[in-house]
Each structure stands twice: as C-alpha cells, then as structure tokens.
C-alpha cells in the first residue's frame, strides 16, 4: 500500500540546535517527494522537493531509497521555523493523488 | 503567481444543513483536490478531481459529494452536516502530470452544532 509515515507528532528543539523531521515512505516505484509547510495562520506551502536538490531557508532533505526514507534537516534551528511540516509523496503514474503524511509540528523554543 | 481562493473562510452551520464550499483556481490547473485537515490526522483526501465533470473519491469520500462544472471551480457539498464533520476543509489544484507542485488555499474553517 502507499504510504507516508511521520513518526513523530511534535517535535521540540531549541534555537540553534539541529532539527531533523523524519518521513518514511511506502511505494512500488520510484515515487516524487515533497516537504510542504504550514507557518501559523498561513496556508499550506511547498517547502522543497527532492527533485530541486536544493536547500530552502536553510532546509535540505535527501531521499534515501534503501531506506525509503526523506528526512528533513537543518543544522541550526530558528524560531521562525516552528510550523507545521508535511511529507508528501506524488505517485509518477496513475491517477497522481497525492499522498500526505500526518505531520509533524516542530516547535523551536528560545 | 497561482491562487486558489476559498471563498468562506469561517462557517458556522447546524446538524442537518447543506453545506457548500466554494473553491476557484487562476492558473488553469486540470487537477482540483478537496481535503481536511484535523489534529493528528493529517491531510485526508475527500474528493480529486482531474477534469470538468470528472471526479474520484478519495479516502473519506462519505458523507460529501463535488462538482466540477467548469475548469477553474470546484465545489464540496456536505448534504446533511454532521458535528464529526466539524473540521478545516483545504482546496488545492495541481497541473496535469506527477511531481507537480500542489497549491492549496487558506482554508475553510467550519463548525457544525
């Protein structure tokens, strides 16, 4: 079945130290993978997708496909980055729904 | 710059009521989703459309049904409101294809009573 699993609900981190949102995925083929994020009352945004290999406010993430896994990461957290993070997994055939993990809420404290 | 509009960000609705969430995209997008977002769950499919008067239901089509007339609109349609469908319903649209980026409106927030 596909799948995306963010194991943790809530993660809380303090300023300045490293952050890693883990996504794990579940999927026959070679699937297209996304953080999306949430920033309090804003809507639901791209944060970056493996694709791109590029890093956004400070975020990379790297797909694992051994591991199907798509952490998340950034070496120094910030206080504007308390949000709300999604995985999500784009299927490359069929009817292309989108599938989207249950998020994970990252709270920096100072 | 794509913009997906919601057009009722807060309702309020009794048991019973029909209720229609209104959702318009700009960009042209074949693909039109309606979802809800509660705590702890995640983003729940309700309906994806992938073009006028197309549809598929998703993963918690019961109790909602869509309408797609035209390209740019898509609707959400709760025939008889219930309490546990108190929630934040999200619209999106994507264009055609895999690995696209989905762009999703600000949401409706709507409380049953």
């Known amino acids: 079945a596909q799948r995306v699993t963010q194991p943790e609900k809530l993660l809380s981190v303090f300023k300045g130290a490293p952050v890693e949102l883990k996504c794990n995925y579940s999927?026959?083929?070679?699937?297209?993978l996304f953080w999306y994020v949430q920033y309090s009352r804003q809507r639901l945004q791209l944060l970056l997708r493996h694709i791109s290999r590029e890093s956004i406010k400070g975020f990379t993430a790297d797909l694992n496909k051994g591991e199907t896994s798509f952490h998340l990461k950034k070496p120094f957290a910030q206080e504007e980055d308390s949000a709300m993070y999604y995985c999500a997994l784009s299927p490359t055939s069929g009817t292309y729904k989108y599938i989207f993990g249950t998020g994970t809420r990252l709270k920096v404290l100072a | 710059d794509v913009k997906v509009t919601q057009s009722s960000r807060y309702l309020v609705k009794r048991t019973g009521e029909k209720v229609f969430l209104e959702c318009v995209q700009d960009?042209?997008?074949?693909?039109m989703f309606w979802y809800r977002q509660d705590p702890g769950l995640g983003l729940r499919l309700i309906y994806f459309?992938?073009?006028?008067?197309?549809?598929e239901k998703g993963d918690i089509p019961e109790g909602y049904s869509v309408s797609r007339e035209k390209k740019e609109r898509f609707s959400l349609i709760l025939e008889s409101a219930s309490t546990n469908q108190t929630s934040m319903y999200l619209c999106?649209?994507?264009?055609?294809?895999?690995?696209?980026?989905?762009?999703f409106g600000e949401g409706s927030w709507l409380t049953v009573v």
């Open positions: 459309s992938y073009d006028v008067k197309m549809k």
């Open positions: 960009m042209d997008h074949e693909n």
């Open positions: 999927y026959s083929g070679s699937p297209e």
């Open positions: 999106a649209s994507t264009e055609q294809g895999s690995g696209n980026t989905i762009y």
